[in-house]
Nanobody, 126 residues
Framework: QMQLVQSGGGLVQAGGSLRLSCAAS????????MGWFRQPPGKEREFVAS????????YYSDAVKGRFTISRDGAENTVYLQMHSLKLEDTAVYYC???????????????????WGQGTQVTVSS
């Protein structure tokens, strides 16, 4: 089993920054990649960013490229999503997820992920 526990998030003004964390425990040896997804109000879940567990490769959606950075701390089994220049349209529930599939680049489809965090709300206000 795998447990993914998220922290961070909250309310921020447009243009501000937030950092999300996702701590993995359990069968971490099976992780090949980690990803972040988000679900805006009334919309479907969408891909944000992904990273191989080695940290070597990253992949971003066009919507966040240049503003968000995904990274990992191997010693802490934690993945981060640093978000800068936040926009109103970044408001969503954010989810982290782990994948055991050896995709390259790291996967961007929710179906390619095995375990999910509990979700955390990010609200960007004007």
């Amino acid at each position: 089993q795998m447990q993914l526990v998220q922290s961070g998030g909250g309310l921020v003004q447009a243009g501000g920054s937030l950092r999300l964390s996702c701590a993995a425990s359990g069968r971490t040896f099976s992780i090949y990649a980690m990803g972040w997804f988000r679900q805006p109000p009334g919309k479907e879940r969408e891909f944000v960013a992904s990273i191989t567990w080695t940290g070597i490769r990253t992949y971003y959606s066009d919507a966040v490229k240049g503003r968000f950075t995904i990274s990992r701390d191997g010693a802490e089994n934690t993945v981060y999503l640093q978000m800068h220049s936040l926009k109103l349209e970044d408001t969503a529930v954010y989810y982290c997820a782990s994948s055991s599939g050896q995709y390259s680049p790291p996967p961007d489809r929710s179906s390619e992920y095995d375990y999910w965090g509990q979700g955390t709300q990010v609200t960007v206000s004007s």
